[in-house]
DNA sequence: TAAATTAGCACCGGTTTGGTGCTCTTTCAA
DNA sequence: TTGAAAGAGCACCAAACCGGTGCTAATTTA
């Protein structure tokens, strides 16, 4: 539980490295290029982001990907909701619970659940990109 | 992500289950048809609790599990670790990643995964089995 | 000794996951 | 108008993971 999808880290690596590059479009192969992760992978994941409306996409020669909006205000909620579908944290707090008539977990289970996402609500991209206190981030590479 | 698995939530149904009925020891057979759960599973998921600790066995006619400490005490985080194994949030933040040596998210996943674990360990199963503030448990219908 | 119980281990089928191949569409520039 | 640079779409595969079961000990009580 609780574990990243390598979708949802490639992806996450994708968005923050998009973030610092900031202004025009990247592709998927300068993108790659700076990052190494699978490029037919990357190219799946971003394309999921775009359907999403979390990044925006241009196609042929100097196209690419960009940042939708500003970093400060996409929460990772969004973005591993987006990548890995939506948190179901137990069968029982989703409300179509079969595992037992009698569960005795219930009750309790669906306020641990609400915690966890106010959690990644509370993280942004900003944040994930410049590390915890505002460590100095390292200049993109290009 | 953030998904438990079943072991996991039988696991709590059946703690939770033991933490109601208290004192003595319960069988797995006894348990199964207060919750029904698959019992040769549950049997499975016991043995770890017993082997991790969180629940004392005893073989033989009368026999079965009891809880080996208080309710108030054993939290949420403990019995997930046991169950599903170290949480590993991201590659990243365990130190070995191998995704990529110019990887832009190490700095900031870290902070988010501390926090979703402590989550976990604030939340204690006395809290799971009694639900949000003070919700009144239904007794052991056995 | 017989029955009740946990312990241990191997196994199986289905789903999920990481990753790739191939083709189509869009766009730009020469 | 043509060619190359991009993303879009879809199908596919192998490996890992997961829920669940079978079978055989080992232990304990009566």
């Given at each position: 539980m609780m574990r990243l999808t390598r979708r949802t880290e490639y992806g996450l690596m994708a968005l923050a490295w998009l973030a610092r590059a900031g202004g025009r479009f990247h592709s998927v192969r300068e993108i790659t290029e700076n990052l190494d992760v699978p490029r037919r992978l990357l190219a799946e994941i971003l394309k999921d982001l775009s359907q999403a409306g979390l990044v925006e996409a241009v196609r042929g020669p100097g196209g690419g990907y960009r940042l939708r909006e500003d970093p400060g205000r996409l929460t990772l909620g969004r973005i591993v909701n987006v990548l890995?579908?939506?948190?179901?944290?137990a069968e029982c707090y989703?409300?179509?619970?079969?595992?037992?008539?009698?569960?005795?977990?219930k009750r309790g289970i669906g306020e641990v659940a609400r915690r966890l996402e106010a959690v990644l609500e509370d993280f942004t991209l900003e944040e994930v990109v410049h590390g915890p206190a505002g460590a100095p981030a390292p200049s993109p590479s290009s």
């Open positions: 890995e579908g939506p948190t179901i944290f989703q409300g179509d619970c079969d595992l037992s008539p009698r569960c005795t977990i």
